[in-house]
C-alpha cells in the first residue's frame, strides 16, 4: 500500500531522487532537484505568512459580516437581505477552515 510506504522515512527524499536520476538520465531536466531543500526552506516561510496574512483579512471580514447580522437582528432591518450576511460569514468561516488546514499542511511539511 502506497500511504504504508509513505509514512517510511526518506521515502520522498527516495521518490524525488529517483525521479530526478530518471529525469537528468532522459534530458528532460532533474539539475535543480538537488536544491530542493533549500528551495523549500525558503518557500516556506513565505507561504506560512501569506497563509497567515490571509487568514487575518478572512477574520477581520468575518467579525465585520457577523456584526452586520447581529446589528440587523437587533434592529430587524431588511437591507441588505439577511439571508445573503449569513451566507457571507458561512463562506468566510469555510474559507477560514480551508486556510487553517493549509497552514497545518506547510507547517506538517517542514517537520
Known amino acids: 500500500d502506497i500511504r504504508q510506504h509513505a509514512e517510511t522515512p526518506h521515502w520522498d527524499q527516495a521518490v524525488v531522487s529517483t525521479q530526478s536520476t530518471g529525469n537528468k538520465e532522459c534530458g528532460k531536466g532533474g539539475e535543480g532537484i538537488d536544491n530542493?531543500?533549500?528551495?523549500?526552506?525558503?518557500?516556506?516561510?513565505?507561504?506560512?505568512?501569506?497563509?497567515?496574512?490571509?487568514?487575518?483579512?478572512?477574520?477581520?471580514?468575518?467579525?465585520?459580516?457577523?456584526?452586520?447580522?447581529?446589528?440587523?437582528e437587533a434592529e430587524l432591518l431588511e437591507e441588505p437581505e439577511p439571508d445573503m450576511l449569513r451566507q457571507a460569514v458561512i463562506n468566510c468561516r469555510q474559507h477560514e477552515a480551508f486556510l487553517k488546514v493549509l497552514l497545518n499542511d506547510v507547517v506538517v511539511a517542514t517537520d
Do not use: D, G, H, K
Not at 46 to 62: D, G, K, P, Q, V
Open 36 to 72: 530542493l531543500p533549500s528551495i523549500l526552506n525558503e518557500a516556506i516561510p513565505s507561504a506560512t505568512m501569506n497563509i497567515e496574512n490571509e487568514l487575518n483579512s478572512t477574520r477581520l471580514f468575518i467579525s465585520r459580516y457577523t456584526a452586520l447580522v447581529e446589528r440587523q
